[in-house]
């Protein structure tokens, strides 16, 4: 065997090894921290994929918030060794999706706590008026696809604008829902979050997991039957459903009832 072939076997075993796609790997990882610290050593360009996706260059979030580049790699380090430690192997969902929110949760908090505010640039501040204008004029805010129209500007562009031009909401800023009477008692940011039921963190993992069976449970249908399945998810009932694709009713239950009994789902719910 030739020297060039056994080095990229060995770089190829050194992958599987260090995988956190494997889950005897990440397993291995909760019982042996030593094992864990070369597998994240291994595995940094997730971190690197989070922040560039989900949260900004990190050129521009060290000028930022006068950080040093290694002080978001440990942050993403500390995401990860969260992750690993929190995963449940037999939830059927890839580590990486699972580990990005503990990533970008771990980074974002710690931007949160610097207390730096982002200030839009002057594009942005300029979007940022004209989507106001129009909210003002149309008396609600368009979606981001009819405010791109409107103004001739990219969509993303309009997002970031949006992302950065929403005004900071403080804990104990007074809030009051529209719905609510007018001599109703005003409650603050941090009643409201405080009242909320559901656990966010646990809902976006759970997300996650929707996600994960519906990639699976698409490759199975029909795009017709695909398109029942969403229409039914959004919330119409059979009739409205069979009116929208024009057919049966009778074929509208036939096909939710394959959907019900196609293995996946039912492997994955118990």
């Given at each position: 065997m030739?020297?060039?072939?056994?080095?990229?076997?060995s770089d190829k075993n050194r992958k599987e090894n260090y995988s956190l796609y494997r889950m005897k790997n990440i397993m291995r990882c909760k019982e042996d921290s030593e094992y864990m610290g070369e597998v994240?050593?291994?595995?940094?360009d997730l971190i690197w994929h989070s922040v560039h996706k989900y949260i900004g260059k990190p050129d521009y979030l060290v000028k930022q918030y006068c950080l040093d580049k290694n002080d978001i790699l440990q942050l993403g380090r500390l995401g990860i060794i969260k992750a690993i430690k929190a995963f449940d192997t037999d939830r059927g969902v890839k580590?990486?999706?699972?580990?990005?929110?503990t990533i970008v949760r771990e980074i974002n908090c710690f931007l949160r706590d610097t207390g730096t505010i982002i200030r839009?640039?002057?594009?942005?501040?300029?979007?940022i008026t004209h989507i106001s204008r129009i909210e003002t004029e149309f008396g609600y805010l368009p979606p981001v696809e009819e405010l791109s129209i409107l103004l001739g500007e990219d969509v993303n562009k309009i997002k970031k604008a949006l992302d950065v031009g929403r005004p900071v909401k403080y804990l104990h800023e007074?809030?009051?829902?529209?719905s609510s009477s007018f001599d109703a008692p005003t409650s603050t940011v941090l009643d409201i979050l405080e009242d909320e039921e559901k656990d966010v963190e646990e809902f976006v993992i759970d997300k996650i997991y929707v996600e994960t069976l519906l990639e699976r449970l698409k490759i199975h249908l029909t795009s017709k039957e695909w398109r029942v399945l969403q229409l039914r998810m959004q919330g119409f009932n059979q009739t409205q459903t069979a009116e929208?694709?024009?057919?049966?009713?009778m074929s509208v239950s036939r096909i939710m009832n394959k959907i019900q009994n196609i293995k996946i789902i039912n492997s994955y719910l118990t």
């Open positions: 030739s020297e060039q072939s056994t080095c990229m076997k994240i050593l291994a595995n940094e580590f990486s999706s699972f580990a990005v929110i839009p640039t002057r594009s942005a501040t300029t979007i007074p809030f009051k829902p529209a929208k694709l024009k057919i049966s009713q």
